[in-house]
């Protein structure tokens, strides 16, 4: 969507208007196409993911993933004065909250469960059954 809305808000935009909008290096790169990057010109990777395949430490880090990206639009908010561009971020904003809440909801299920008690039941070793 942040993508869509750059190219929504470059499509007519002229050169100078771009390279006065603090833009011209990305449209020097670019043009007016979307490429995924940070705002300090780094390009998406999926290095910046982390999965540890252990659901405390991955939800952890959704969590910690929905809270920067919630941080990023709200900085976002702060920056835009185009009510056009403004709503559909806090929309985006928002969603993040939610994210944020159903992450928590799923961590607490998974510590739940850890502290349940637990019975573990080993078959017989064939030496025990020897008569
Ligand atoms: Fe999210």
Same mark, same amino acid.
Not at 11 to 17: F, I
Not at 67 to 82: H, V
Not at 93 to 112: K, M, N, P, S, W
């Given at each position: 969507?942040?993508?869509?809305?750059?190219?929504?808000?470059?499509?007519?935009?002229?050169?100078?208007?771009?390279?006065?909008?603090?833009?011209?290096?990305?449209?020097?790169?670019?043009?007016?196409?979307?490429?995924? +990057?940070? @705002?300090? !010109? &780094?390009?998406?990777?999926?290095?910046?993911?982390?999965?540890?395949? #252990?659901? $405390?430490?991955? =939800?952890?880090?959704?969590?910690?993933?929905? +809270?920067? @990206?919630? !941080? &990023?639009?709200?900085?976002?908010?702060?920056?835009?004065?185009?009510? #056009?561009? $403004?709503?559909? =971020?806090?929309?985006?904003?928002?969603?993040?909250?939610?994210?944020?809440?159903?992450?928590?909801?799923?961590?607490?299920?998974?510590?739940?469960?850890?502290?349940?008690?637990? =019975?573990?039941?080993?078959?017989?070793?064939?030496?025990?059954?020897?008569?």
């Amino acid at each position: 969507m942040v993508g869509s809305m750059v190219y929504q808000l470059m499509k007519n935009a002229t050169p100078e208007e771009i390279e006065r909008a603090g833009a011209g290096a990305y449209y020097t790169d670019h043009g007016k196409g979307v490429y995924p +990057q940070s @705002a300090a !010109g &780094t390009p998406f990777t999926a290095a910046v993911l982390q999965v540890k395949g #252990d659901p $405390i430490v991955d =939800l952890t880090e959704n969590l910690a993933a929905e +809270q920067k @990206a919630r !941080g &990023t639009y709200e900085w976002l908010i702060n920056m835009a004065d185009d009510p #056009d561009v $403004i709503e559909p =971020l806090k929309f985006l904003r928002e969603r993040e909250v939610v994210h944020y809440q159903r992450f928590g909801e799923a961590l607490r299920i998974v510590q739940d469960y850890l502290q349940e008690p637990k =019975l573990f039941i080993m078959p017989k070793p064939d030496f025990m059954n020897r008569d």
